[in-house]
């Protein structure tokens, strides 16, 4: 997507000092360059030859590219620096940054070492002479560049590219020639993995990071950036908080409903951010805070008009003993004060279904009340830093990569926009040293990316930690504004709504940021509730509530308030338990139904919408956001309807990993019309109260929106792809039958399922997934202790689906809903033993893997495909399942007597430190245990070999050649 305008070029001309830049590029040349551009009478014509510099540089190979697009910048200042920095962004490296090798067959050996593509000794000596006559290099240096550690590093060992192929192929990286500097090069992937292997098993990336920064912002306005790292990504339940995984001790599972459980933390680190006691703003907000805590008998809101929203539920009597104080001047976070009086009140369930939680990022940025802003730097230059990472080949990978068809082509497009769009507006700030600094992790993170197209889920950890990284750049150099955001999300709407815009000249549509989705839902219904005297809302069926909504929408059902209304609808598009296809064209006719009893005079009808998931469309087919907007547009015009789209930004598919936490309310009236006055005013004093687009989180909310909403469609297509998948392959039930889960997976990245047997929340908990109180990450998760799955009760699980392969879905999930359903790989039905998955036994297992080994390849293409893949995710389950690892080991010993080339590394690494975890202090003798444990320890990571050196009694397992190969295999990891 082009971010430049849509100016030609064609027309320019190159400086005269241009031939002498291409001659010899340095500084000298490229300051010629400037100066004559920036001496050109015509700005129009210089922007014109600026445009034309970056097209002519595209021409050129990465790295030159790279290093001449270096230098033009910075020498470059003003209009044409930002020009060229978005003419840069706009046009791609004209020539592949990586040629493709041709596929060809794997060899199979018995020998283990040539399985996974551990070459003999005197194999790497040919190699490395072919390899010479290609390069000016000598057989001994490039000899240096095949240490295996860089496949330990960089979790490359047996990903594979192809479905044939074992593991990522020596020659191929051998084949770059030794470049430090280009990402293409032997030299870098040497550097990436270092970096990789630098991190991995110790501290997470994010706590790393926030070391790293501690001195360079420290005592200044930007200290909160830094403490902010490894909070956006929401706090997982499982994952490790070690290597390529973000931590923050502040982060909640949850923030909207869980924000109390750090609260006294964060307040702590608030009240003792600067210097107090001297009588400053520090000191006052200090006293505001004095009873606010988690235990307090003050409570934390988001905004001042908190207040106002509580007369949905509360009476008169209540609210007059109520009081409300900002924390600073007359917006964002306020203290609610006088709660305390009211015990049998359920304050919480009130606060978080009318959104009032608290923006943490207004908190965060609080911590530095009275520090004083960061000073230039000019030692950095971080627009020079942009360019030159948007213009390496690394870069110019990641872009072929999002073109192309691997897991994480749309993840590596979504980041692509993001990075590009780090050249909008005026760009990075210029002499920012932490903008540079985040510059460089994000650089180090897109060579992760790159470097593990084959494994997935490293790309994805890597892309997850890039977000803090764009957020300090855009929060720094303060990009957008209200306005921004406002066209955005207009330009959003009339895009996904194409027959609807050709029609919407007499219909104001007003958008508004909010702290969440439930703050949108609420607001809007607060607004409707509030032109109608409070009234309650009612509801045509149960089916379209919106779920979350209960507890609030319950209170007005029961008349606590008032008379019923029939004026007012709360529906979603798609819910978030999703149990049945929704049907916008249903909607609409239930609407205009409604609508035929209008009045003039009487108040607009008022439909609020949840739009949080919204799907691609058929080709050529209508969105659904379309389908019901062109249907409603008419009666909009004529002032009889006010729609209210709300949207959960926290579950957006590309902010999911932003984890911004922030909410959409877009209204939708006629122009002029004075009978939705009222509506719009509230709306917007609503906005105005939060306070949100200028600070951090709407910087970022504004920039992934403008750079990233297509690639939301795009995401929430790959990962229902992965949906269907597991729905039909790996955990088929039937259908209709909400007793066994949902078959709704049409477009959506979200199943529910549940089990006959056992506690479906505790064994989804022993499962290799992370779990997450929401959904949209880029990797798979899931969200326990759903209580009900359309209309019926029980206990469900929601899997979030990412975007991980079909092998990894497999090995996830096909063992579990298999023996969860008591059927047998291959069967159409339950047959066989039945199962119960609460006391699950080694011999169900073993029972299920000899029908899938009687099974063949014609008789089930899926098994075919993902044989291996099913047999590892038995193996998986069942050590997370049955009663003693004992009875496991020898099902995870018969699993690496051979090569398993389509297992993700991921499971293979599971499975590997399981097996030799139990076995160190007893290896045995046996050469065909032996072999099967050299191929846990090759797949194993250096720094967990290191780890459990110190168990493994290698001096009992003989001399037997399999016991010499696992001794090798070791004491190489150790020296790594």
């Known amino acids: 997507m082009s971010i430049m305008s849509s100016e030609s070029s064609a027309d320019a001309a190159l400086p005269k000092s241009w031939k002498a830049f291409v001659a010899l590029p340095d500084d000298t040349t490229a300051r010629a360059v400037a100066q004559e551009l920036e001496k050109d009478p015509s700005p129009d014509n210089a922007l014109a030859s600026v445009r034309l510099i970056a ?9 030159e590219r ?3 697009s270096e230098f033009i910048v910075r020498r470059l200042t003003g209009d044409l620096a930002r020009g060229f920095l978005k003419a840069t962004a706009a046009v791609r490296l004209a020539h592949p940054a990586l040629e493709k090798p041709k596929e060809k067959p794997t060899p199979q050996h018995a020998d283990v070492r040539h399985s996974l593509d551990l070459l003999k000794p ?24 095949l240490h295996l550690e860089m496949l330990d590093a960089l979790d490359l060992a047996a990903g594979g590219k192809g479905k044939d192929k074992v593991t990522v192929d020596l020659v191929e990286l051998a084949q770059r020639v030794e470049d430090e500097s280009d990402a293409s090069s032997m030299g870098h992937l040497r550097a990436v993995a270092r970096l990789v292997d630098s991190i991995s098993g110790k501290a997470a990336y994010s706590k790393e990071r926030r070391g790293e920064l501690e001195d360079i912002t420290k005592g200044t306005t930007q200290q909160h950036l830094v403490e902010q790292i490894g909070f956006r990504a929401a706090k997982s339940q499982r994952s490790s908080l070690t290597g390529l995984s973000t931590q923050n001790e502040l982060a909640a599972s949850y923030w909207r409903t869980n924000f109390r459980d750090t609260l006294d933390e964060f307040l702590k680190k608030l009240r003792g951010s600067g210097e107090s006691g001297k009588g400053g703003a520090l000191d006052e907000l200090v006293q505001k805070l004095t009873k606010v805590g988690k235990s ?8 001042p008009r908190v207040l106002n929203k509580l007369q949905i539920v509360l009476g008169p009597e209540v609210l007059e003993n109520l009081t409300i104080t900002p924390l600073v001047g007359r917006t964002g976070v306020s203290v609610l004060s006088g709660t305390g009086a009211y015990t049998k009140i359920e304050w919480d369930k009130i606060l978080y279904e009318l959104g009032a939680t608290p923006s943490a990022y207004q908190l965060y940025e609080l911590m530095d009340t009275g520090k ?6 000019f030692e950095v230059d971080t627009r020079a830093d942009l360019v030159r990472l948007i213009t390496s080949s690394r870069f110019s990978r990641l872009q072929e990569i999002a073109r192309g068809k691997s897991e994480i082509a749309p993840v590596c497009a979504m980041v692509e926009h993001l990075v590009l769009g780090l050249t909008d507006a005026l760009g990075p700030k210029r002499f920012d040293a932490l903008t540079a600094n985040a510059l460089g992790s994000l650089s180090r993170l897109i060579d992760i990316v790159v470097e593990n197209e084959a494994n997935p889920t490293v790309a994805m950890r890597a892309a997850d930690l890039m977000m803090d990284e764009i957020a300090i750049v855009v929060a720094v150099a303060q990009y957008y504004t209200g306005t921004d955001y406002r066209t955005t999300m207009r330009d959003i709407l009339l895009e996904r709504a194409k027959d609807f815009a050709k029609a919407a000249g007499d219909i104001q549509i007003d958008s508004y940021l909010m702290t969440s989705g439930m703050d949108a839902l609420a607001t809007a219904l607060y607004i409707a509730l509030s032109w109608r005297d409070h009234e309650e809302v009612s509801r045509s069926t149960e089916a379209i509530d919106y779920y979350e909504t209960a507890f609030l929408l319950g209170k007005l ?7 019923p209304h029939k004026d007012v609808l709360v529906a979603a598009l798609n819910p978030s338990t999703p149990a049945f296809a929704p049907s916008p064209a249903k909607l609409v006719d239930d609407v205009r139904r409604s609508l035929e009893t209008h009045k003039k005079g009487d108040a607009p009808f008022a439909l609020i919408i949840d739009t949080t998931i919204e799907i691609a469309p058929e080709t050529a087919g209508k969105t659904q956001i379309d389908i019901l907007l062109d249907g409603l547009k008419d009666a909009v015009a004529a002032g009889k309807l006010e729609i209210f789209l709300c949207k959960s930004f926290q579950k957006y598919a590309s902010m999911g990993t932003g984890k911004v936490a922030a909410g959409n309310l877009t209204m939708l009236s006629a122009k002029g019309n004075s009978g939705s006055a009222y509506a719009r005013a509230e709306a917007l004093l609503q906005d105005i109260d939060l306070d949100l687009v200028r600070h951090d989180e709407g910087q970022l909310v504004v920039h992934m929106l403008k750079h990233g909403h297509r690639d939301e469609l795009a ?6 792809r992965n949906a269907k998948f597991v729905d039909e392959f790996c955990w088929p039930i039937d259908s209709g039958d909400l007793t066994q889960g949902t078959t709704y997976v049409d477009g959506i990245p979200l199943i529910l399922r549940t089990t006959p047997t056992g506690d479906v929340d505790k064994l989804f908990n022993k499962l290799q997934i992370d779990r997450r109180d929401s959904f949209s990450f880029l990797r798979t998760s899931y969200v326990g202790e759903i209580p009900s799955a359309g209309g019926v009760e029980g206990k469900y699980v929601r899997i979030n689906t990412g975007h991980e392969s079909k092998a990894t879905m497999v090995e996830y999930f096909y063992a579990f809903g298999h023996l969860a359903r008591s059927t047998p790989p291959g069967a159409k039905k339950p047959g066989g033993t039945k199962v119960d998955l609460g006391a699950l036994t080694i011999d169900v297992v073993k029972e299920h893997l000899e029908v899938l080994g009687g099974v063949r390849n014609d008789q089930d293409p899926g098994i075919a495909e993902y044989r291996d893949n099913i047999v590892a995710s038995y193996c998986a389950f069942a050590l997370q399942n049955v009663p003693g690892k004992g009875a496991v080991m020898p099902l995870l010993l018969e699993f690496f007597v051979r090569p398993v080339s389509r297992v993700t590394i991921e499971t293979q690494r599971y499975l590997a430190d399981a097996l030799l975890t139990f076995k160190a202090k007893d290896l045995g003798t046996n050469p065909v245990a032996l072999a099967s444990l050299c191929r846990a320890a090759v797949v194993l990571p250096a720094s967990r070999i290191k780890s459990l050196t110190p168990v493994l009694r290698l001096d009992t397992i003989g001399e037997s050649e399999e016991a010499k190969q696992l001794r090798a295999i070791v004491t190489r990891k150790n020296k790594v």
Not at 127 to 137: D, I
Not at 372 to 377: D, E, K, R, V
């Open 55 to 63: 097209e002519t540089l595209a021409q050129r190979s990465a790295q």
């Open 66 to 68: 790279s290093t001449m």
């Open 296 to 303: 307090g008998s003050d409570v934390l809101v988001n905004s």
């Open 122 to 145: 005197e194999t790497p000596k040919t190699l490395t002479e072919k390899l010479a006559e290609k390069t000016s290099k000598t057989p001994e240096e490039i000899s240096k560049t």
């Open 372 to 377: 004083t802003p960061p000073t230039s730097n």
């Open 715 to 720: 995401l929430v297509r790959s990962a229902a």
């Open 557 to 563: 059902k029961k008349g606590e308030k008032a008379t």
